[in-house]
T-cell receptor
Framework: SQQGEEDPQALSIQEGENATMNCSYKTSINNLQWYRQNSGRGLVHLILIRSNEREKHSGRLRVTLDTSKKSSSLLITASRAADTASYFCATDDSSYKLIFGSGTRLLVRP | DTAVSQTPKYLVTQMGNDKSIKCEQNLGHDTMYWYKQDSKKFLKIMFSYNNKELIINETVPNRFSPKSPDKAHLNLHINSLELGDSAVYFC???????????FGPGTRLTVT
């Protein structure tokens, strides 16, 4: 079953704007990961945040985690056309497997 | 250098046939995975091997059988293919379980 649900399902913004995607999950987790998938390609790992962390940065990416609300957000600042892709959150609940969400399709218009 | 590679990239076959997809990683990782991504982009774990030992076997029909000859390879054999098997199959690897995963480019399987 799907653990995570991303919100929104689709997002269209202008180049230079910020993009925020949210992920909600159901069970306790060890860590939460964000991945990007360009059309017709494999997933690329972006960032991993552990359950005892609240915020993490990587370049133009900022991830937050609120374990009390069982939610996470991914912020992409100063978006570029090359950021156009689907973004997935994935949770690790100690069962040796990642459970992926349904994804957010991001379109960055030049 | 390709980190996680899969062959073939595209596979078109008829119902009832048997086919295999191969996966190799040159990252020295201990853990490898097979995922299925359906037409709605839902990605679901099928199998996982850690040091050649099967550690995840989700509710997958017996027609699907993974084989790991060594830590760097995880192949997927599918018997008696059905229309519903059409999907994109991704191989992935990670240094250890629960760490970040590195995905292959995917194999688009079409069963006619």
């Amino acid at each position: 079953s799907q653990q995570g649900e991303e919100d929104p399902q689709a997002l269209s913004i202008q180049e230079g704007e910020n993009a925020t995607m949210n992920c909600s999950y159901k069970t306790s987790i060890n860590n939460l990961q964000w991945y990007r998938q360009n059309s017709g390609r494999g997933l690329v790992h972006l960032i991993l945040i552990r359950s005892n962390e609240r915020e993490k940065h990587s370049g133009r990416l900022r991830v937050t985690l609120d374990t009390s609300k069982k939610s996470s957000s991914l912020l992409i600042t100063a978006s570029r056309a090359a950021d156009t892709a689907s973004y997935f959150c994935a949770t690790d609940d100690s069962s040796y497997k990642l459970i992926f969400g349904s994804g957010t399709r991001l379109l960055v218009r030049p | 250098d390709t980190a996680v590679s899969q062959t073939p990239k595209y596979l078109v076959t008829q119902m009832g046939n048997d086919k295999s997809i191969k996966c190799e990683q040159n990252l020295g990782h201990d853990t490898m995975y097979w995922y299925k991504q359906d037409s709605k982009k839902f990605l679901k774990i099928m199998f996982s091997y850690n040091n050649k030992e099967l550690i995840i076997n989700e509710t997958v029909p017996n027609r699907f059988s993974p084989k790991s000859p060594d830590k760097a390879h995880l192949n997927l054999h599918i018997n008696s293919l059905e229309l519903g098997d059409s999907a994109v199959y991704f191989c992935a690897s990670s240094p250890q379980v629960s760490w970040e995963q590195y995905f292959g480019p995917g194999t688009r399987l079409t069963v006619t």
